[in-house]
């Protein structure tokens, strides 16, 4: 299984990313997908998911209403798209996929694949 995020960068506070997963290997359609991030001397942290089936979304409190997480299931990606960026944003952003068997809910609790994370640096 590999899961390749791409769109990482830098940009300016207050600006927009979006990041990019392709995912190989497995059923996509089969799979909860996800992203959490890390900071600098943190501990990694839950960012958002999204159902199987695309029709719900999980956010972190700290993301809400400025991230969206989306999928194509035809083309196995998962994107999240990241608004009014802040430097407190600034994080590796891995992306992940868990199967449906699993609740969706349960995602920090551990997931089945991560994928190698991509860097988003947000200056202030």
């Known amino acids: 299984v590999q899961l390749q995020a791409f769109g990482g960068g830098l940009v300016q506070a207050g600006g927009s990313l979006r990041l990019s997963c392709a995912a190989s290997g497995l059923t996509f359609g089969n799979y909860h997908m996800g992203w959490f991030r890390q900071a600098p001397g943190k501990e990694r942290e839950f960012v958002a998911a999204?159902?199987?089936?695309?029709?719900?979304?999980y956010y972190a409190d700290s993301v809400k209403v400025r991230f969206t997480i989306s999928r194509d299931n035809a083309r196995s990606t998962v994107y999240l798209q990241m608004n009014s960026l802040k430097p407190e944003d600034t994080a590796v952003y891995y992306c992940v996929a868990d199967h449906l068997r699993k609740s969706i809910a349960s995602m920090s609790d551990g997931v089945d694949y991560w994928g190698k994370g991509t860097l988003v640096t947000v200056s202030s």
């Open positions: 999204i159902r199987w089936s695309g029709v719900s979304q």
